[in-house]
C-alpha cells in the first residue's frame, strides 16, 4: 500500500498549505492549488490504495481554517464517493 505524508509543519499561507499538499501527495507542479484539483488528482493521478498521513494539520494557524476545513471536506468526498479507492487517512 502506498504511503503519503503531508507534512503541515512550520505552513503559514495559502501557498504553503497547498504546497504541503502536492508535495506529500506526490502530485505535478503544475497542480492547482485548490480544494477541487486536489480531489481530481487524488482520484485519478495518484497511486491507491494508500494511506495518507498528516503532521501539524490540527496546529496551522487560524488564518487557514477555511483551507483547513475544505481539506476535511476532500477527505471526506474522497472516502465516500471514491471509496473503491481505498484511501486511509491519519490525521495528527
Do not use: H
Request: aromatic share 16%; net charge negative; charged share 25%.
Amino acid at each position: 500500500m502506498k504511503q503519503y505524508l503531508i507534512d503541515f509543519s512550520g505552513v503559514k499561507n495559502y501557498d504553503d498549505f497547498y504546497n504541503a499538499i502536492i508535495k506529500g501527495m506526490e502530485f505535478p507542479k503544475w497542480c492547482g492549488k485548490n480544494p477541487d484539483a486536489v480531489i481530481d488528482l487524488m482520484t485519478g493521478y495518484v497511486e491507491t490504495p494508500g494511506i495518507v498521513q498528516t503532521i501539524g494539520l490540527k496546529k496551522l494557524p487560524k488564518s487557514l481554517n477555511t483551507e483547513v476545513q475544505y481539506f476535511y471536506e476532500v477527505i471526506d468526498i474522497v472516502k465516500t464517493e471514491y471509496s473503491y479507492l481505498q484511501y486511509r487517512f491519519i490525521i495528527t
